[in-house]
């Protein structure tokens, strides 16, 4: 590729986001680029004192329809896409009186911060910007000559180029601006068109786009192979991709995973109603409690496998405070995630310099309906999140015996940790708090024994007389195919289970219930995570 140069004589400018548009505009003015604008971008460059012409000069029509058109016009789509060098296009722009246009500067409608914020319709409809994404894949499309800028980050790498080439640029980065071009079109299109289809209930619309903006380049993905980055999607539901990271080293691939999961699970506590801590290793919660404070469910969440908290993620509900801080700095943690800390917590944090504090301003709905997508080979797996939360479930007693209240509160807390950890999942839990937690097994069995080992474990580590599984209730994110995973379950000490039910041999599992004494509930809802 030779890096061919093209001179800058005429910019185009039109911006929602006027950030740094003043100072731009003025560097261009002082290359001697003539300036052209459209509506309250002209005026903020004539406000500056600057020269500018209204594109309406350069059409020859004025604005209309409410601004709907104003640049949808030969003379602008003609001076973008012209090919220099081409003799027949240099022609018909003589002869139509079309003058190039070097430098395309637009940043689109803000069409996802308008849904963001809850607007109405038709507001949302006149968001949607239709000249703006036509001008930048016209610039876009003939970057051979055009330069074209849709973010304000870009324009010092311009004015960089413009200095060092006697006011020109390089062919090298008219196609780095232009790919960026297309790939801001196609995001702000997904965004419109998962919009629409969420508007029209559509659940699965004959073409699906997802489109994001650039977080972070990450070091490397799962592995040091593997390469990898983090965008930030229209969705703007509180958690990692939202928080402001206070200190730390920078997240890695694996960090902004578990931090997710850990986010959304403690997403699951209302914070009106308690304290809660979710400890998170590899994706799965470790230990989840519930207190009266942070500081309680932080060491009770400790408790349930303090051996694979070791460098883990740890969320909590509630602001952190100083007392937290120096509970949760005493081991190694990789992440702690809140939605805010107090200035001593903070202060506190700070003195373990490598760990990352991560505040999210608020904590994410379980209830919230939205879109998870994942890729598998030739495709995209589309699903609604999973927004099933156990307090609106109609819960079922299955067994001759029902739950006794306190045993009830601990199967709920149960089946709410249940749907953040991979299946197939059991989970011992004992005064809201997990005791045990067997995840991802292909046997519902083998969940319930590696659970019931853990709770050993911890029991020998924390010198009590027998493991607290005994006299605990359990939750099965899925139903019982056969007794024998629920008799695990009860071999353990469990006296409560709560399933969602549904299995062909729902009887054969009631019956081993009830042969033991132990209540069962029934759900109906299933919490499978894979």
């Not at 009770?300 to 952190?320: E, K, Q």
């Not at 939605?339 to 904590?363: C, F, H, M, Q, S």
């Amino acid at each position: 590729m030779t890096d061919t140069t093209r001179r800058v004589t005429r910019a185009l400018l039109s911006v929602s986001d006027k950030t740094g548009l003043i100072e731009f505009a003025k560097a261009l003015a002082g290359h001697g680029v003539e300036l052209v604008s459209t509506g309250g971008t002209a005026k903020a460059i004539a406000a500056a004192g600057l020269q500018v012409k209204d594109v309406s000069e350069l059409t020859g029509f004025p604005e209309m329809m409410d601004g709907r058109v104003k640049t949808l016009h030969p003379k602008v789509h003609g001076g973008l896409l012209a090919i220099r060098d081409n003799k027949e296009h240099a022609d018909a722009m003589k002869a139509h009186g079309i003058a190039p246009i070097d430098l395309l500067v637009v940043n689109l409608y803000p069409f996802e911060a308008t849904v963001d914020k809850g607007a109405g319709y038709e507001d949302c409809i006149e968001n949607i910007d239709i000249g703006g994404p036509a001008m930048i894949r016209a610039a876009a499309k003939n970057h051979d000559d055009v330069a074209v800028v849709v973010e304000a980050q870009d324009y010092q790498a311009v004015l960089d180029e413009l200095a060092a080439n006697k006011g020109a640029t390089t062919l090298s980065l008219r196609r780095r601006l232009a790919a960026k071009a297309y790939a801001r079109t196609a995001a702000y299109d997904a965004a419109i068109s998962n919009w629409f289809a969420a508007q029209n209930k559509t659940e699965a619309p004959d073409f699906r786009a997802f489109g994001g903006h650039l977080i972070q380049s990450l070091r490397y993905g799962e592995n040091p192979h593997q390469t990898a980055a983090f965008y930030a999607t229209p969705d703007k539901r509180p958690g990692v991709s939202t928080a402001r990271q206070l200190q730390g080293k920078e997240l890695s691939y694996n960090n902004i995973n578990d931090t997710d999961a850990a986010y959304e699970c403690i997403g699951e506590f209302d914070p009106a109603r308690t304290a809660a801590c979710v400890i998170v290793k590899h994706a799965n919660p470790c230990g989840v409690a519930e207190g009266p404070d942070l500081i309680n469910a932080y060491r009770r969440a400790l408790a349930c496998d303090s051996t694979s908290a070791f460098g883990g993620i740890v969320a909590l509900n509630r602001t952190l405070d100083a007392e937290s801080a120096r509970a949760i700095t005493e081991i190694f943690t990789e992440v702690i995630i809140a939605p805010d800390a107090t200035e001593e917590a903070i202060k506190i944090v700070a003195a373990k310099k490598n760990l990352r504090l991560l505040l999210a301003g608020g904590l994410p709905d379980p209830r919230t309906v939205g879109l998870t997508a994942k890729t598998v080979a030739g495709g995209l797996l589309v699903q609604t999140r999973d927004n099933a939360v156990i307090d609106d479930m109609k819960l079922k007693v299955a067994t001759k015996r029902a739950p006794s209240e306190a045993e009830l509160r601990d199967l709920k807390f149960a089946f709410r940790v249940a749907k953040h950890i991979k299946s197939n999942t059991i989970i011992y839990a004992k005064d809201l708090a997990t005791v045990g937690i067997g995840a991802g097994q292909m046997s519902r069995v083998d969940s319930a024994r590696i659970a019931a080992r853990k709770a050993l474990d911890a029991a020998a580590e924390l010198k009590l007389a027998e493991p607290l599984t005994k006299g605990s209730v359990v939750a099965s994110d899925a139903f019982f195919p056969f007794a024998d995973g629920m008799l695990a379950c009860i071999e353990a000490g469990a006296t409560a289970v709560i399933q969602p039910g549904g299995s062909m041999r729902d009887e054969e599992v009631i019956k081993a219930a009830d042969e033991h004494g132990i209540a069962m509930v029934f759900t109906g809802v299933r919490h499978f995570r894979h």
